[in-house]
């Protein structure tokens, strides 16, 4: 008998998978993103979209871009450190602190803790 999809949490990319595809996904871009090359690649992409700070002049077709951009640099992310923890589904249960939106304030009180 084969087990019903919806019976799976969605990933982070939002689309639901069996357990043992979203651990093989995870898995692929640990990998893609391993050792010195690798996190040179994932920081480069982070500081063109998630470190990437916008003007209130921006355009909107711009911004929806530079939006979709984080998306899957989160996407990535999320999916790295689902493989670290040795998670199979769905999301990790901590969200990455890289790709989490903090203020000064906020990251000045979690380093005092």
């Given amino acids: 008998m084969q087990r019903d999809l919806r019976d799976n949490p969605a ?36 500081s063109i979209s998630i470190e990437r700070a916008c003007g209130p002049f921006v355009a909107d077709g711009e911004l929806r871009h530079l939006e979709g951009m984080r998306f899957i640099v989160g996407i990535i992310s999320q999916r790295i450190a689902a493989h670290h923890k040795g ?27």
């Fill in 87 to 113: 998670e199979t589904r769905g999301n990790p249960p901590d969200p990455d602190p890289a790709t989490t939106f903090t203020t000064p304030r906020r990251a000045a009180a979690a380093a005092r803790r």
């Fill in 11 to 46: 990933g982070p990319d939002g689309q639901v998978r069996p357990p043992d595809e979203q651990k093989r996904i995870n898995e692929v871009l640990a990998h893609t993103f391993k050792g010195e090359v690798g996190k040179a690649a994932l920081d480069y992409l982070r």
